[in-house]
Protein backbone atom coordinates (compact mmCIF):
# COMPACT_ATOMS: atom_id res chain seq x y z
CA UNK A 1 0.00 0.00 0.00
CA UNK A 2 0.57 3.76 -0.53
CA UNK A 3 0.19 6.43 2.24
CA UNK A 4 0.57 10.22 1.10
CA UNK A 5 0.93 12.52 3.92
CA UNK A 6 0.38 16.31 3.11
CA UNK A 7 1.36 19.23 5.04
CA UNK A 8 1.43 23.35 4.93
CA UNK A 9 -2.21 24.35 4.84
CA UNK A 10 -3.68 27.38 6.84
CA UNK A 11 -4.99 30.99 6.93
CA UNK A 12 -3.42 33.60 4.40
CA UNK A 13 -4.03 36.86 3.51
CA UNK A 14 -4.81 37.64 -0.12
CA UNK A 15 -1.37 38.13 -2.28
CA UNK A 16 0.32 35.74 0.48
CA UNK A 17 2.08 32.64 -0.02
CA UNK A 18 2.25 29.29 1.12
CA UNK A 19 4.13 26.13 0.30
CA UNK A 20 2.53 22.41 0.92
CA UNK A 21 4.11 18.88 0.48
CA UNK A 22 2.99 15.90 -0.01
CA UNK A 23 5.00 12.93 0.19
CA UNK A 24 4.41 8.76 -0.31
CA UNK A 25 5.25 5.73 1.89
CA UNK A 26 4.95 2.16 1.51
CA UNK A 27 5.29 0.20 -1.20
CA UNK A 28 5.73 3.18 -3.74
CA UNK A 29 8.09 1.40 -6.26
CA UNK A 30 8.14 3.22 -8.91
CA UNK A 31 6.18 6.31 -8.32
CA UNK A 32 5.07 8.01 -12.04
CA UNK A 33 2.58 11.58 -12.07
CA UNK A 34 2.10 13.53 -8.83
CA UNK A 35 -0.04 16.41 -8.37
CA UNK A 36 -2.94 18.77 -6.55
CA UNK A 37 -6.20 18.61 -7.20
CA UNK A 38 -8.62 20.62 -4.71
CA UNK A 39 -12.82 21.01 -3.99
CA UNK A 40 -13.84 24.14 -2.78
CA UNK A 41 -17.30 24.21 -0.75
CA UNK A 42 -20.02 23.41 -3.12
CA UNK A 43 -17.84 22.66 -6.16
CA UNK A 44 -16.40 19.83 -8.00
CA UNK A 45 -12.66 18.73 -7.23
CA UNK A 46 -10.44 19.95 -9.79
CA UNK A 47 -6.90 19.55 -11.17
CA UNK A 48 -4.70 22.19 -9.69
CA UNK A 49 -1.11 20.94 -11.24
CA UNK A 50 0.56 17.49 -12.33
CA UNK A 51 4.43 16.84 -12.58
CA UNK A 52 5.49 14.00 -13.73
CA UNK A 53 8.99 11.69 -13.46
CA UNK A 54 10.77 14.13 -16.09
CA UNK A 55 9.36 16.90 -14.98
CA UNK A 56 6.78 18.22 -17.28
CA UNK A 57 4.22 19.75 -15.60
CA UNK A 58 0.65 20.55 -16.30
CA UNK A 59 -1.42 23.87 -14.72
CA UNK A 60 -4.92 24.68 -14.50
CA UNK A 61 -5.28 28.19 -15.93
CA UNK A 62 -6.66 29.83 -13.22
CA UNK A 63 -3.10 29.12 -11.26
CA UNK A 64 -0.72 29.44 -14.17
CA UNK A 65 1.90 32.13 -13.11
CA UNK A 66 0.88 32.09 -9.66
CA UNK A 67 1.39 28.56 -8.59
CA UNK A 68 4.63 25.97 -8.97
CA UNK A 69 4.84 22.36 -9.03
CA UNK A 70 8.09 20.42 -7.92
CA UNK A 71 9.19 16.97 -7.59
CA UNK A 72 11.70 15.29 -5.20
CA UNK A 73 12.19 11.77 -6.54
CA UNK A 74 14.80 11.15 -3.96
CA UNK A 75 12.05 11.58 -1.31
CA UNK A 76 9.32 10.56 -3.06
CA UNK A 77 7.72 14.35 -2.82
CA UNK A 78 5.63 16.61 -4.36
CA UNK A 79 5.36 20.19 -3.70
CA UNK A 80 2.90 23.10 -4.28
CA UNK A 81 4.30 26.62 -4.12
CA UNK A 82 0.66 29.39 -4.08
CA UNK A 83 2.02 32.91 -4.53
CA UNK A 84 -0.46 35.74 -4.96
CA UNK A 85 -3.23 34.35 -3.64
CA UNK A 86 -6.30 35.02 -4.31
CA UNK A 87 -10.20 34.37 -1.98
CA UNK A 88 -11.12 31.92 -4.47
CA UNK A 89 -8.22 30.00 -3.94
CA UNK A 90 -10.25 28.63 -1.02
CA UNK A 91 -10.03 24.74 -0.75
CA UNK A 92 -8.95 21.81 0.54
CA UNK A 93 -6.08 20.88 -1.48
CA UNK A 94 -5.64 17.15 -2.43
CA UNK A 95 -2.49 15.81 -3.19
CA UNK A 96 -2.75 12.46 -5.87
CA UNK A 97 -0.28 10.20 -6.67
CA UNK A 98 -0.08 7.17 -9.79
CA UNK A 99 2.29 4.63 -9.95
CA UNK A 100 3.36 0.64 -10.69
CA UNK A 101 4.05 -1.63 -7.73
CA UNK A 102 4.54 -5.22 -8.07
CA UNK A 103 0.64 -5.30 -6.09
CA UNK A 104 -0.01 -3.11 -9.54
CA UNK A 105 -1.07 -0.03 -10.69
CA UNK A 106 -1.75 2.31 -7.67
CA UNK A 107 -3.93 5.93 -7.42
CA UNK A 108 -3.98 7.19 -4.40
CA UNK A 109 -5.22 10.40 -2.38
CA UNK A 110 -4.04 11.97 0.53
CA UNK A 111 -6.33 13.38 3.45
CA UNK A 112 -6.33 16.77 2.15
CA UNK A 113 -5.23 20.07 3.87
CA UNK A 114 -7.42 23.15 4.27
CA UNK A 115 -6.34 26.32 2.18
CA UNK A 116 -7.82 29.47 3.33
CA UNK A 117 -7.28 33.04 1.84
CA UNK A 118 -9.07 35.45 3.97
CA UNK A 119 -7.99 39.44 4.58
Known amino acids: QVQLVESGGGLVQPGGSLRLSCAASGSIFSLNAMGWNRQAPGKQRELVAVIRPGGSTNYADSVKGRFTISRDNAKNTVYLQMNSLKPEDTAVYYC?????????????WGQGTQVTVSS
Open 96 to 108: NAKGDSPSGWYDV
